[in-house]
């Protein structure tokens, strides 16, 4: 395949001699105890594996959770197991074990599941966007527009626009020649591989670039335009009920999006523009990116749904295990 030949490919300059060069060396945190980081870090994974499974136990079990707005948020729990499962088992194995060597292939291929996973959740944001905007702008329309043909398409997008878009990362970095095999970080990110190269990587940043207006700041606009919408719905009722079921409705989600893009926000401004700061907390921000969303997002659901809160007492009663 095109991505195996690109990888096998790959070369690395030293002393104007060419070699291959079959893994990197992950240089996770080597001026801090990593002991001190493998409790919260296995804390937070599992904390975030158990919420998200039960979350989608609780949805899949109860029938009258059966619904779209339900579904968006299983296809979001679904998600975050992944997003939170790609990058951290190694790092821990990193930190205990001191398995700090990857190859290129498994490299890459975590680096594209990385940026797919981080994109599908910021996509699925903006389908639930649109779902609480139907519910609140148009209400009647509501059980005809929202469906669960609806929902399929909405996954078929997700799924597709986010994987093309996605695809060329990889493939990009895996043509470059690298001049060393000491990755800065804790997983392949995108820029931290890059940056080992021993040319130009424009063409790599340029599509970067690319990437963050098509997925990041496109999903992010029509979310502010939903929400925007939105408001002015609830301003124009002049009703305290109106605007009362807006905050029920809106509210946990408003505050899993300002989670997601904190995170990323902070993660990108600690890399680009915040370069004073020391190495190993750009690192550990990008973690919390893939473990803050993951934890938080099943939590504040589960505290904020009465439905899902309701749900989930009949499902331990029906299990005979008394909350």
Request: proline share 5%; hydrophobic share 50%.
């Amino acid at each position: 395949s095109t991505f195996s030949l690109a990888v096998n490919e790959t070369t690395a300059y030293s002393g104007g001699n060419i070699s291959k060069v079959t893994e990197f060396l992950l240089v996770c945190f080597p001026d801090v105890q990593g002991w001190y980081l493998i409790v919260p870090l296995m804390l937070c994974l599992v904390v975030a594996l158990v919420c998200n499974v039960a979350l989608l136990i609780v949805i899949c079990a109860e029938p009258r959770l059966h619904h779209p707005m339900y579904y968006f948020l299983a296809m979001l729990s679904f998600t975050d197991i992944l997003l939170c499962t790609v990058a951290t088992p190694k790092t821990v194995a990193i930190l205990v074990y001191e398995v700090k060597t990857i190859t290129t292939t498994a490299c890459f291929t975590q680096m594209f599941f990385i940026n797919l996973w981080s994109s599908m959740e910021s996509s699925i944001f903006l389908v639930m966007a649109y779902d609480r905007y139907v519910a609140i702008c148009c209400p009647l329309h509501y059980p005809s527009v929202v469906t669960n043909k609806l929902v399929l398409k909405a996954i078929v997008f997700i799924v597709a626009r986010n994987f093309v878009v996605m695809l060329p990362l990889p493939l990009i970095s895996a043509s470059l020649d690298y001049c060393s095999s000491l990755i800065p970080h804790c997983f392949c990110e995108t820029m931290s591989v890059e940056k080992l190269a021993c040319g130009s990587s424009s063409v790599g940043s340029m599509y970067n670039l690319v990437l963050f207006c098509i997925v990041g700041g496109s999903d992010l606009v029509f979310t502010i335009l939903s929400y925007s919408a939105i408001l002015r719905t609830v301003v124009k009722a002049r009703s305290c009920t109106a605007a009362f079921k807006a905050f029920r409705i809106c509210s946990s989600h408003l505050i899993l999006i300002c989670f997601f893009y904190c995170t990323i926000g902070t993660t990108i401004a600690s890399s680009q523009t915040l370069r004073g700061i020391p190495r190993h907390i750009h690192v550990l921000l990008a973690l919390l990116h893939h473990l803050v969303p993951p934890v938080f997002n099943p939590i504040i659901y589960g505290v904020m749904t009465k439905e899902i809160r309701e749900a989930t007492k009949r499902f331990l009663l029906k299990v005979k295990v008394h909350p």
